[in-house]
Structures are given as C-alpha cells and as structure tokens.
C-alpha cells in the first residue's frame, strides 16, 4: 500500500512538473510578444504627440510663443526621431545592441512623454515660460491621452526587456568566488 501510494504520488510529481516546464517555456513567447506589441504601441503614441506638436507649432501658430514654440518643435523632432528608432528593425544588429537601442529610444520617449504632460499640466494652472493654457481643447485632451499611453506602453516594453535580459543572462553568467 505504502509503496502503490509513493508510486503514484512519484507518478503524479512527474506529471506536474511536465506541464509547469511547458508553462514557464510558454511564457517567454508570450511575453515577447506582450513586449512586441508595447513597444509598437507605444511607438505609435509617442508619433501621434509629435504629429499634434507639430500641427499646434505650424497651424495653431505657436511658432510665434516665445521658448514654447521652441520647445514644440524640439518636441516634435525628438518624438519623430525616438518613434522610428522604436519601429525600426534595429534587432537585425544583434539582440543586445537592438535591445539597448530600443531600450534607450523607449526611455527617450518615455521623458518626452512625462516632459509634455507635466508641462501641460502645469501650463494648464499657471504660467510656463510666461505662457498659460486655458481650458481642455481637442488638442491637449489627445496630448493627454498619447502622453499616458507612450509612457505605459513603452514602460512595460522596458520592464518586459529588462526581466528577460535577467532572465537570460541568469543562465550564463556565474560570479567568480574568491579562493578561500
């Protein structure tokens, strides 16, 4: 009886672990693409605050306000530039030195993103650079809202990077031990 029972409690050990293995192998995949998605996401969020800076700089003629028709269009140029970087194939260079790449990009857009909602919000309730927002037209609700959505998509794409790169450099990497 003793043994039948450590035989199928073994049996059963054997079965669980199978599933738990195909359960962690499946996770890689499936967070690489959680990852993936992210990080287009996010590319296309921190494009479309570039597309509104640039049309608020050239039709809402805020090329004419001093210091923030400046900061517009350096708004405009850095999401333009971070954005491609981003949809880019820069893996094809290697998987480290495409990650760093579209990790640097993520976190570049991540600080144009955070920089164009503060300085709204602040905007919105006292002067930036002698300059004072009043009220939520389309333009800053959409600001708003691709502002959020660059900063938490291209947040998890870093955070999905950052664990798999641990993850695998884990496996590879042994500290050396001083002889004793």
């Known amino acids: 009886m003793a043994s039948a029972h450590s035989q199928a409690t073994h049996g059963r050990g054997i079965k ?13 995949p499936r967070n690489e693409i959680a990852g993936e998605v992210a990080r287009y996401l996010g590319a296309i969020s921190i494009l479309v605050v570039g597309v509104i800076h640039a049309q608020q700089y050239y039709y809402a003629y805020f ?3 001093p210091t923030i028709g400046t900061l ?5 140029v850095g999401s ?8 880019a194939p820069v893996r094809r260079l290697g998987r480290s030195i495409g990650d760093l790449i579209l ?13 164009s909602l503060a ?16 009220g939520y037209r389309l333009a800053i609700v959409l600001t708003l809202v691709f502002d959020t959505l660059a900063t938490v998509f291209l947040g998890g794409f870093v955070l999905i990077v950052a664990r798999a790169r641990r993850h695998h450099g884990a496996g590879s990497v042994h500290p050396v031990r001083p002889p004793r």
Do not use: H
């Not at 199978?18 to 359960?23: M, Y």
């Not at 333009?80 to 949809?87: D, H, K, P, R, Y």
């Not at 990790?103 to 920089?115: D, E, N, Q, T």
């Open 103 to 115: 990790v640097i990009a993520a976190l570049g857009a991540i600080g144009i993103a955070l920089g």
């Open 72 to 76: 517009f269009l350096l708004s405009f």
């Open 16 to 28: 669980t672990d199978k599933p738990a293995q195909a359960l962690s192998a499946s996770r890689g």
């Open 119 to 134: 300085s709204l919000l602040v905007s919105e309730y006292r002067p930036l650079f002698g300059f004072m927002e009043s």
């Open 63 to 65: 090329s004419f306000v």
């Open 80 to 87: 333009g530039v971070v954005g491609v970087m981003l949809i």
